[in-house]
């Protein structure tokens, strides 16, 4: 199907059906019980499931592939806002200039990085992109203020031209839409006590992610990414044959930073605003845990990954000690408050307490990420079956 | 001149912790050859270890003052400190106002402790392991670190207040004879300063004049040949990996009155400590040291406002945009050793 191999069309289908259904499978709990809290089927977290998913698929293309670690990729996811926002602010509410606009500067962005950036590897790579992000970060909160609204960030008011469009609606701003359909809307489906939400919004970035999982694929196949695989396992080597590998490690920071910038535009056509905090390394270091959570190098990984940490930080995060003393009301007192006390510091505000430990174990222990985990265990049940006919014949294919 | 020699001390005390984080960083990558992102998280535990001792210091049981009354009439409930009841209120009162310095002494044991542990418990299982991978295992555990600290102490900035004594600040362009009034300087990051100085001379003096210090050297320099002369060379790394973690954890303790000590204190430094590194040469110390000095003055120097003026967000920028270009032009950084992370 579309040039791909059986196994990643398989896969490119379940994403599929995963993303189209997902407010059906992302809210099992019915509205109003006790579970409820764990629904993620809400459109704003479904959005940003899919556009984190985004930014780490397009990580991965550069981390993944040619194991070049970038500390400073949330800069063009940034950059991609602030030009998603003028887009809105000077042309028009539709979202396909100011994604557009978003991919292509933050791709020349990430030419101009990533020239200079990539005369270098390994810890110092890490250095320069990282220096480059910070750079970025204080002077879009200081000296480009005119540009970025500094603190306050960057936000539509009532007197933006719009050439194109409208500046206003009934005296307020009119929202973001796609030729006239309003990011915003929503269906609501009510089945019984479950309250089903589909929102244009989510359906947009949904399409979109899709596409670039599928380009994702492509260029994993691609003998481009064979050529950045080689990167990866021995630069030297390549070198040694003749082989200048610098455009090849250029195309890939590219792609990876147009990836950034397509979600930092997704954003902005969700939620017209831009902040520097986007750009901040701590916003760089949330896409290496999630793809190195799900699994660096995998295709399907960094996309876990993304949906893991954002549904654990929305979910986790809005547990309170009431609700634990709830859970654990059936033990004694004592031990209740004993058992409350012990899981709450990973809980709620110490969300990021578990999110540290969780991410060192994964790295200590499967550097594979989550995809790992998944194709050890089911090696481990797929040998046992096997262990009457052929032992010891349980070595798959790593699933990619 | 007075100006500039205003910025030149303004930028000695960044400068200073810079350095001092800087040199540890150096000692890990140069013995262990770890790239260790934890390091600003143990600089943080240092800065923490001065609240601590402050908490402990001051720690106080309420006493009836029958002298005095509060505004509804009844007699004040006073907080006396134990120690200044053990004591006596001049001594006392003495040990507290003294808090950061005297956590010095806590923090060294804590900080052998935490390194030692950090060393043998995690960091012992990345040596054969990519840098991306002890980039990666260290930043998560400066990210549960920061957590840990966050949980028990807040998330706001907890000020950690010199000795009275050096509170103040002093008139240091009238002890030149210049005009006065023109640089006025305070004491505790002149006494910053000098505890950097002596701390550096100290980690090189313990390097260059002591067997063990020689011993290490030899290490760095070709691990494996001085392992076949049957010294046990990671024991010894071991320990320099905790010296590094005392020096983080000393400049944090004494930083901690220029800077409420927050939570992420520790990764704002490491940043710029990194930065520091590359720029002065990765494994070479006085190169760390070195940088370190050149980028705090450099610093402050860019955020005069004559520069601003002229360049402006300069300030903002100005180290990142030396790091690029010393990477650039000198890829070894300013005093990097042949060999040591080229690639």
Known sequence: MLGLNRKDSLLFVVV????????????????????????????????????????????????????????GHAAFLGVGSYAGVWMMKLLTMNVIPAILISVVVAGLFSVL??????????????????AFAQMSFSLAYSVLTPITNGETGLQLSLNDPRILGVSEVDGSIPPANLFGLSMRDSTELAMGNWLFTFNVGYYLSAVVMLIAFYVAIRIFRSPFGMMLRAVKSNQQRLNYTGLNTKPYTLAAFVISGMYAGLAGGLMVAMDPLAGAERMQWTASGEVVLMTILGGAGTLIGPILGAGFIKYFENIFSKINE????????????????????????????????????????VVIFLPGGLV????????????????????????TEPAE | MD???????????????????????????????????????LFMLGAFCAVTMQRILTLSYEVVDETRTDFLGNPLKVDVPYVQSWFGDSVGGGIIDWAVPISLLMAVPVMIFVGFAMERGLIKHFYKRPHADQILVTFGLAIVLQEIIKYFYGANPIPTPAPDA?????????????????????????????????????????????????????GMADRETVGLLGIDIDRRFTIMFAIAAVVAGLA?????????????????????????????????LPGAVAAGFVLGILESFASMAEVVAF?????????????????????????????????
């Open chain 1, 113 to 130: 990085v990533g020239y200079i950036s990539l005369r270098r590897s390994g810890i110092y790579f890490s250095i320069l992109t990282l």
């Open chain 2, 166 to 218: 050096f509170a103040g600040s002093f008139d240091f362009g009238a002890m030149l004879g210049m005009q006065a009034g023109s640089i006025i300087y305070p004491y505790w990051r002149l006494v910053y300063f000098f505890f950097a100085l002596a701390i550096i001379g100290g980690v090189f003096a313990f390097l260059q004049f002591t067997t063990f210090g020689m011993v290490v050297r030899a």
């Open chain 1, 16 to 71: 599929i059906c995963l993303t189209m259904f997902a407010p059906f499978l992302l809210n099992p709990f019915p509205e109003g019980s006790e579970l409820a809290q764990f629904n993620a089927g809400y459109p704003d977290l479904m959005q940003r499931f899919v556009i984190f998913g985004i930014f780490a698929i397009g990580f991965n293309i550069l981390f993944g592939l040619t194991g070049y670690l970038s500390f």
């Open chain 2, 3 to 41: 100006a500039l020699l205003l910025q030149v001390l303004n930028g000695l005390d960044k400068g200073s912790a810079y350095a001092l984080i800087a040199l540890g960083l150096t000692l890990i990558f140069g013995t262990l050859g770890v790239v260790n992102f934890a390091h600003g998280a």
């Open chain 2, 311 to 343: 360049l402006p967000g300069i300030n903002q920028i100005i180290i990142y945009l030396v790091a690029i270009i010393i990477l650039l032009t000198r890829p070894r950084g300013l005093m990097g050793r042949k060999g040591v992370m080229e690639d």
């Open chain 2, 252 to 284: 944090g303790v004494m930083y901690a009155p220029i800077n409420s000590p927050n939570y992420h204190m520790g990764m704002d430094f490491l940043v710029l400590s990194f930065v520091v590194v590359v720029v002065g040469g990765m494994g070479s």
């Open chain 1, 372 to 395: 790992e985990g998944g194709q050890r265990l089911g090696r481990l049940f797929r040998r046992r079956r096997k262990t009457d006919t052929k032992p010891g014949a349980g070595a």
């Open chain 1, 322 to 361: 009431s609700i634990l003393h709830q859970w654990f009301a059936f033990l004694p007192d004592g031990l209740e408050d004993a058992l409350v006390f012990m899981v709450y510091p990973f809980i709620g505000k110490g969300w990021h307490l578990t999110l540290g430990i969780m991410f060192m174990l």
